[in-house]
């Protein structure tokens, strides 16, 4: 009897297994729209709190969506734009300087002999701001242009929201 | 009695999860077909029984939308004045790196099925300050720079960020369209693929089959 039932129960398991085996479709499908309208997102850190008036180090984290990579901020041809940060004027927060990890080197497989200077994954940058005394939100930018092995789409800005306050 | 209970639970059970995965497929089904009509809409890459995605197009089998853009030289090109001749409209931008790979190819397919009456007609992507005389000169001076290096034979259009709306998005680059002499999309292609399928794709506009 418990051989019979346990028999029976796989049967009624294995079409559940089978339909289920298919959703992943429901989600997989839009999201390469998504990754690609979104190809760097910004991680953190959201609030920093630095000396008013001083010159502090502030650690910014992106990450660029898999299988997909971007220029560094050092690409090897004048053609290829640039991954650049910036911030607004008069948000009450100067950037005095920024400082880009170096890229990795990458090639696309049907021009394995141009090498690209890229970052891809999880990247820092440090960023050298200097804010005068008060909370600021700003809304720094991150300009980059994304590719993956086939294709490349439009320069695109991300906005890199940070609560600053300097004391 | 208790056995004859038993038994019937369990073929009601079956029965039910029968039922259940039947519909969880038709959901699967009627969901996979509305993505897959939103992609065509937008004109997206989307699955196929093959292994390579495919671009499917809103503008296939359909006229492509005529347009007038200025050249390099500031001189203005429709693309109704190339009716009669298979085209290949190739969007492309300065910062693209795999249209500096498939461009060579162009050319030379260009070169070889011109006598047949194919034009390619290369249109910029890259952004245009059109209201700053200097940038806008600049930008100009950059595209002009690209051509001359790849030596582009055919002419290069600019500002084809504002075709972008007729012709499905343009979001990735390179994107290619290739029309009949009745000036009809006979295919499209999205990304880098090879030179075998641009001539595919070319002959197909000439009429020559694949």
């Not at chain 1, 346990?6 to 049967?11: D, K, L, S």
């Not at chain 2, 005529?66 to 693309?79: A, M, R």
């Not at chain 2, 051509?147 to 034979?153: E, G």
């Not at chain 2, 075998?196 to 009429?207: F, P, Q, S, W």
């Amino acid at each position: 009897m418990k051989t019979i039932l346990a028999t029976v129960f796989a049967a009624c398991l294995a079409p559940v297994l089978v339909a289920q085996q298919q959703l992943p479709l429901f989600n997989d499908a839009p999201n390469r729209s998504l990754t690609r309208t979104n190809a760097v997102q910004y991680l953190f850190p959201e609030q920093v709190s630095v000396p008013a008036g001083k010159p502090s180090a502030v650690e910014l984290h992106f990450r660029v969506a898999q299988g997909l990579h971007i220029n560094s901020h050092t690409p090897r041809d004048s053609y290829l734009i640039p991954t650049a940060l910036s911030i607004p004027t008069a948000s009450g927060v100067r950037l005095e300087n920024a400082t880009y990890p170096p890229g990795e080197d990458f090639t696309l497989p049907l021009d394995p002999k141009t090498r690209l200077s890229v970052y891809t994954g999880e990247f820092v940058i440090q960023a050298r701001i200097v804010a005068q005394r008060g909370n600021h939100l700003v809304e720094a930018q991150l300009r980059y242009q994304a590719c993956d092995n086939n294709e490349c789409m439009p320069p695109k800005s991300v906005t890199v929201p940070i609560d600053v306050i300097g004391k | 009695m208790k056995r004859n209970t038993v038994v019937l639970s369990v073929v009601l059970l079956l029965l039910a999860a029968f039922a259940w995965a039947g519909w969880a497929n038709w959901e699967y089904r009627k969901q996979a077909a509305e993505l897959r009509a939103a992609a065509v809409a937008r004109g997206e890459l989307v699955a196929t029984s093959s292994d390579a995605p495919q671009f499917l197009s809103p503008l296939m089998n359909k006229p492509a939308p005529d347009f007038t853009l200025q050249d390099l030289s500031g001189k203005k090109v429709s693309l109704s004045s190339y009716k009669g001749k298979a085209v290949l409209i190739n969007f492309w931008a300065t910062w693209c790196a795999p249209c500096k790979i498939e461009t060579p190819w162009i050319i030379d397919l260009r070169n070889q099925y011109a006598a047949q009456g194919f034009e390619v007609l290369g249109i910029s992507a890259d952004d245009l300050d059109l209201n700053d005389k200097q940038k806008l000169a600049e930008e100009k001076q950059q595209i002009a720079a690209t051509v001359q290096q790849m030596h582009i034979p055919y002419p290069v259009l600019l500002n084809g960020d504002s075709l972008s709306q007729s012709y499905g998005g343009l979001d990735e680059l390179p994107t290619s369209f290739f029309l009949d002499r009745n000036g009809t999309v006979v295919a499209t292609q999205i990304g880098l693929t090879s030179k075998d399928e641009l001539e595919g794709n070319i002959r197909k506009a000439l009429g020559a089959g694949k």
